[in-house]
């Protein structure tokens, strides 16, 4: 009996989808990258004064990443995946704005982080203008983690995936200011980024079972840092 093979045009169309899946994929790498224009190189939150101040050494970099994924960036990431949820609704933005904003005690943080979110939102508009983008960047103020999530959910990114590429781009972030602070060279930041990658996508299914009125995140020492760092004699970064 012949073989039956499949229809020419079901071929055609599961090559478009993977091509257009995979466009996705790469776009997300892309705004995943440290690198991104967005000024995020010139924030270190609080990690500035904390090294200043001998807390955080090269050996005690791994695990306080690793605690930092356990508290405020899996606080960061709720509403990441918050935001995603909320995509084309960006009356819900200034609700999450507000609520983020009153869990970042320390004004230098605080302001870091709606910096960031402004520029990022813009620079996305910038080359992507749907028009629910655009209406996000009119809202003046929006905190880096949900505009990354909302422009992951306007552009049809996978919740998880938008989610995960945040929190490794925070990530990245602070190891690239560790290495300008620290005697940290590139082979161990990157064996750190790599070591933490469980604990990324740990972070990442914890924020699917929580939301913003059930997450908590008790991270004192980089928001008290955060405060301590305009007093630094000299400085480096920004935050």
Same mark, same amino acid.
């Given at each position: 009996m012949r073989k039956l093979s499949e229809h020419p @045009?079901?071929?055609?169309?599961?090559?478009? %989808?993977?091509?257009?899946? /995979?466009?996705?994929?790469?776009? *997300? =790498?892309?705004?995943?990258?440290?690198?991104?224009?967005?000024?995020?190189? @010139?924030?270190?939150?609080?990690?500035?004064? %904390?090294?200043?101040?001998? /807390?955080?050494?090269?050996?005690? *970099? =791994?695990?306080?990443?690793?605690?930092?994924?356990?508290?405020?960036?899996?606080?960061?990431?709720?509403?990441?995946?918050?935001?995603?949820?909320?995509?084309?609704s960006d009356q819900r933005l200034n609700e999450l704005n507000a609520g983020l904003s009153a869990l970042r005690m320390a004004r230098e943080s605080r302001e870091a982080s709606l910096s960031l979110g402004k520029r990022f939102i813009h620079l996305v508009a910038s080359f992507e203008p749907a028009l629910q983008i655009l209406a996000a960047a009119n809202l003046g103020e929006i905190h880096f983690s949900i505009a990354f999530g909302y422009v992951g959910g306007v552009l049809c990114f996978n919740a998880d995936e938008t989610v995960a590429a945040f929190l490794h781009q925070n990530v990245a972030t602070s190891l690239s200011a560790a290495q300008r602070l620290l005697s940290l060279g590139q082979m161990q930041s990157s064996r750190m980024a790599w070591e933490l990658k469980p604990l990324i996508a740990e972070a990442v299914s914890r924020s699917s079972r929580l939301d913003i009125q059930t997450v908590a995140s008790f991270s004192h020492l980089p928001e008290l840092a955060s405060m301590r760092h305009p007093c630094l004699p000299t400085r480096l970064f920004i935050s």
């Open positions: @045009a079901r071929v055609v169309a599961r090559a478009v %989808m993977s091509h257009s899946n /995979l466009s996705r994929q790469l776009q *997300l =790498l892309q705004l995943a990258d440290s690198g991104v224009p967005i000024g995020s190189l @010139a924030h270190s939150f609080g990690l500035e004064t %904390m090294i200043e101040e001998g /807390l955080i050494t090269v050996d005690g *970099l =791994l695990p306080y990443l690793a605690n930092a994924l356990e508290e405020n960036l899996l606080l960061e990431a709720v509403y990441c995946r918050t935001a995603h949820f909320f995509a084309g």
